[in-house]
C-alpha cells in the first residue's frame, strides 16, 4: 500500500545527499552483531557493502528502554507496508524515535521478522565457536538479545524488528516472499535518530531468505550530526510533513525534549 503525503515530498528512492563531516564509522562484519547510544540529531549512513545485506534492527529510548520502536503503529500511521525515505519509526507512546531521509533503494522490510537458533539450524547446519570461531553460523535472535544485555535488557525487550536491505513480498492471501537479489552492492540510506536511542543490529541472514547456504554480508554505519541535540527536525522537514500524523508524531517527541 503506497504512503501517503501531504506535501510535494515524494517517498522513496532518491539519490543520496552529500555526506556532512563524519564523526565515527565502522563496520559491520558479516554475520555478526553492534549496538550503541545514539543522540537525538545524530544520523546513520548505512552501506550495503558487497550488496545482498540484511540488516535486523531494534530501537529503544535509552533513558526508558521500556519505550521502543512499534512496527504496527508505524506502519498504520503512514499507511504503509514497507519503509523507505520519508518515512518515521514510532514508538509505542506516539513519538518518532528515528526517520529515514535519504534513500537509495527504495523499500525495507519491517514485516519478516528475525531468525531463530532452531530455523538456522535446519537450514544452514549448526556451527559451535569453540571449533568454528569467527566462522560459526550466528542467527538474528540471539545476536539482538546478546548485545541488548549490555544494557540490561533481555529477550522479553526484543520487539518487532526491522530488517534494512530486505524487501519481503505480500501476496493476496498474506503470503509472505522473500526478493533476492533485491539491494546491489553499494545501496545506501540515512537514518537519523529523533531521540536518544539504544539501537541493535544483526547483519545475519533474513529469515525468509531462500539461500541454500549461510551467507550473510557486511554493512558500513557512518555518523554525523543531522541537527543539535538541543534543537529538532526543522518545521518543513520532509519526513515531518510527510502526512498529517508524521506532523503529530514529531511534535510528541519534541515536547518530551523542551
Avoid at 16 to 40: D, F, K, N, Q, Y
Wanted: with cysteine; aromatic share 8%; net charge neutral.
Amino acid at each position: 500500500m503506497p504512503s501517503r503525503s501531504s506535501s510535494s515530498f515524494s517517498p522513496g528512492f532518491a539519490a543520496l545527499p552529500p555526506l556532512a563531516a563524519p564523526l565515527w564509522e565502522t563496520v559491520i562484519p558479516a554475520g555478526a552483531h553492534w549496538s550503541g547510544v545514539l543522540r537525538r540529531g545524530l544520523a546513520l549512513r548505512i552501506v550495503d557493502l558487497e550488496g545482498g545485506a540484511n540488516l535486523a534492527a531494534v530501537f529503544h529510548r535509552q533513558e526508558d528502554p521500556l519505550e521502543r520502536y512499534n512496527m504496527a503503529d508505524t506502519l498504520k500511521a503512514q499507511h504503509t507496508a514497507h519503509l523507505t525515505r520519508g518515512h518515521a519509526l514510532y514508538t509505542d507512546m506516539g513519538r518518532v524515535i528515528a526517520s529515514i531521509t535519504a534513500d537509495t533503494l527504495g523499500w525495507h522490510d519491517p514485516l519478516g521478522g528475525v531468525g531463530d537458533a532452531a530455523l538456522f539450524a535446519r537450514k544452514y547446519g549448526e556451527t559451535h565457536y569453540q571449533t568454528h570461531r569467527n566462522a560459526m553460523i550466528r542467527n538474528g535472535r540471539d545476536s539482538l538479545v546478546l548485545e541488548l544485555a549490555k544494557y540490561g535488557l533481555g529477550a522479553r525487550d526484543l520487539v518487532a524488528n526491522v530488517n534494512f536491505f530486505s524487501k519481503v513480498a505480500v501476496a493476496d492471501d498474506g503470503a509472505l516472499s522473500f526478493v533476492p537479489k533485491h539491494s546491489p552492492a553499494g545501496a545506501a540510506f540515512d537514518l537519523r535518530f529523533e531521540m536518544n536511542t539504544l539501537a541493535a543490529f544483526s547483519t545475519a541472514p533474513h529469515p525468509l531468505d531462500p539461500h541454500g547456504g549461510y551467507a550473510p554480508k557486511p554493512v558500513r554505519l557512518i555518523a554525523w550530526r543531522a541537527y543539535p541535540a538541543e534543537a529538532a527536525a526543522p518545521a518543513d522537514d520532509p519526513c515531518r510533513t510527510a502526512c498529517a500524523e508524521n506532523g503529530r508524531g514529531f511534535l510528541n517527541t519534541d515536547r518530551l525534549f523542551a
